[in-house]
């Protein structure tokens, strides 16, 4: 018993830092990824005593921040271009970046009855705005851009579209009624454990381009061992099944 105990205690000193070694990582979160990541956040700490700094939003105004020395630490962003241009540009660390999920795209009212299993919806005249995230900076409203030109819908619906700063921000005008329907994430609907509210149309991932997200250690953070055990953490079995929790492939 003694033995056993002992080698646990090895086994944990090799694991554990100390907490004069423990660390705080800056965490730039793409606003889709932000309630899984939460927690994420609280799994990571537990396991590595490490603490983490979360700062959600879009991704194309974290690129623009980050260019002009935001102190990030690790960006989760919410497409693989971002993290691909950062690093060709020299503001990530060549061969950091991963897919951590690939998102799905929902058509979601905070009503029953509202969104039908099909999207039939958006050619009905049963709503006055559509909300979606801006296009220019967030994945999920070019996504859904993508998805009413494949439906054949765009130019019929444009002049009901409400365009929000971020993914939050169009999940926030659904559900406070200032848009009857809207493009949000499947992770915002699907909370694990839960059902969801309201009525939806998960949109085939057939209609627009996949939503690889991707995560990168940017520079300031090359050398610190706190940002690299969350890259590490989020690879991890445990990680994974949170995620695919809420919905991400």
Not at 49 to 64: D, E, M, V
Request: glycine residues 8%; aromatic residues 8%.
């Amino acid at each position: 018993m003694k033995k056993v105990t002992w080698r646990l205690a090895m086994l944990l000193a090799c694991v554990l830092p100390s907490a004069a070694n423990a660390g705080e990582v800056t965490v730039a979160v793409a606003a889709n990824f932000s309630g899984p990541m939460a927690k994420l956040a609280e799994g990571f700490s537990a396991r590595t005593g490490h603490t983490l700094k979360l700062t959600s939003g879009a991704t194309g105004k974290f690129y623009s921040q980050i260019v002009a020395g935001a102190p990030f630490d690790v960006l989760l962003a919410a497409d693989d271009e971002t993290p691909r241009r950062l690093v060709n540009e020299g503001h990530a660390v060549a061969g950091t970046r991963f897919t951590y999920a690939v998102g799905q795209l929902v058509l979601w009212s905070a009503q029953p009855g509202v969104v039908d299993e099909q999207g039939a919806v958006l050619k009905t005249a049963r709503y006055k705005h559509l909300a979606l995230a801006n296009p220019k900076l967030a994945p999920y409203g070019k996504a859904a851009l993508e998805t009413l030109a494949a439906q054949g819908v765009r130019e019929a619906v444009a002049g009901r579209i409400v365009t929000a700063e971020s993914i939050a921000q169009a999940y926030q005008f659904v559900v406070s009624g200032n848009a009857e329907i809207g493009f949000v994430a499947w992770s915002q609907v699907k909370v694990p454990g839960k059902p969801v509210q309201g009525s939806y149309w998960l949109v085939p991932p057939s209609l627009h381009g996949e939503i690889r997200q991707d995560a990168v250690l940017l520079n300031r953070a090359k050398d610190s061992a706190a940002a690299q055990a969350l890259l590490a953490y989020l690879r991890s079995a445990e990680a994974k099944a949170l995620i695919q929790g809420y919905g991400y492939r």
